[in-house]
């Protein structure tokens, strides 16, 4: 029988969307204007096509002005570029999404830092990492952001709570971590090189697990009543989506947790939006 609290990423991300669709229309009524997002897709990776598809729909539903920009996977680096320069330059452009991975031809680091950073609705760029590590505003990676949101649905407060993060990418385990020390966690950043995960695992009230390892996070390394957060997205071999944390056993275990799928991977694109927004009203404050 479960006993964690399930975490319902699903209905809190309709909810951030709903809220966000209705700031859009507010805001189009004062002004006539509403903000842009522009993602790019280089190559036909059948996931990458999917996930463009999905962001371009939603934010459309949310009342922006959304366009996906689908290249050619032959597409050269300095014709990747070019085409950035352009949507820097372009005042109704307010967010810029360029879907990873890109072709291997493609260095994506140099791409990053051709974003404008205030039009960097993916946190990537180094002078928005630079300002989440410095504790400063700026635009924060989706995924951890939507992470934190779930978190503060079922914490009341997150001050004084020893938090584990398994992970240390770019994209998610780095960013959750800042996130989680600017709302007074004490932070561990575990990673490969890590000695004795369990027991580092099992001190923590509040666990975000980012490896990429389906069911790797085991029910016994988990402090009864903890907070366990699954950005894991796996594909098993036959064909079905799971976490890096083995939810029949965590969720025996845990006080709260979110199901893979339904927990931060809706969360991740209606953060998007967000960061979308947020982007569209400090470009014209
Ligand atoms: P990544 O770049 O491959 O990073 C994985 C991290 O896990 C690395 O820091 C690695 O440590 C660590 N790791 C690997 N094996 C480990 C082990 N045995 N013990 C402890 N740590 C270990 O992956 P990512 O981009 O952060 O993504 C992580 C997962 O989240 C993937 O399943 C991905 O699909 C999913 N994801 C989901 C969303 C979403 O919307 N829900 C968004 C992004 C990613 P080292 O640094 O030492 O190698």
């Not at 290249?71 to 950035?84: F, G, H, I, R």
């Not at 649905?153 to 584990?164: K, Q, Y």
């Not at 966690?185 to 369990?198: F, G, M, N, Q």
Request: contains cysteine; neutral net charge; hydrophobic residues 50%.
């Amino acid at each position: 029988m479960p006993q964690a609290t399930l975490i319902d990423g699903k209905a809190v991300a309709a909810e951030l969307r709903d809220e966000i669709a209705a700031e859009i229309a507010a805001i189009k009524a004062a002004s006539g204007r509403v903000p842009g997002l522009h993602v790019v897709l280089v190559g036909e990776d059948p996931a990458s096509r999917v996930y463009v598809a999905s962001k371009e729909k939603l934010a459309a539903a949310a009342g922006m002005n959304s366009v996906a920009h689908r290249l050619p996977a032959e597409t050269s680096e300095a014709d990747l570029l070019a085409k950035l320069a352009e949507l820097n330059a372009d005042d109704a452009v307010d967010g810029i999404l360029v879907q990873l991975p890109l072709p291997k031809h493609i260095d994506s680091g140099r791409i990053i830092d051709a974003i404008d950073p205030a039009k960097d609705v993916d946190g990537l760029h180094p002078i928005n990492a630079g300002k989440l590590a410095a504790g400063k505003n700026g635009l924060v990676p989706c995924t951890p952001l939507g992470s934190m949101l779930l978190l503060k649905r079922v914490l009341p407060s997150l001050s004084g709570l020893e938090a584990v993060v398994i992970g240390r990418s770019e994209l998610v385990g780095r960013p959750a971590a800042q996130l989680l020390l600017q709302a007074d966690c004490t932070v561990t950043i575990a990673h490969s090189r890590t000695k004795d995960l369990p027991a580092v695992v099992r001190r923590a009230d509040i666990v975000i697990a980012a490896v990429g390892r389906p069911h790797f996070v085991k029910g016994a390394w988990i402090k009864p009543g903890a907070t366990v957060i699954d950005v894991g997205i796996n594909r098993l071999p036959d064909g079905k989506l799971v976490g890096d944390v083995d939810f029949t056993e965590a969720v025996a275990v845990a006080g709260a947790i979110t199901p893979v799928p339904g927990g931060v991977g809706p969360m991740t694109i209606a953060c998007l939006l967000r960061n979308t927004l947020t982007a569209f009203k400090a470009r014209r404050a």
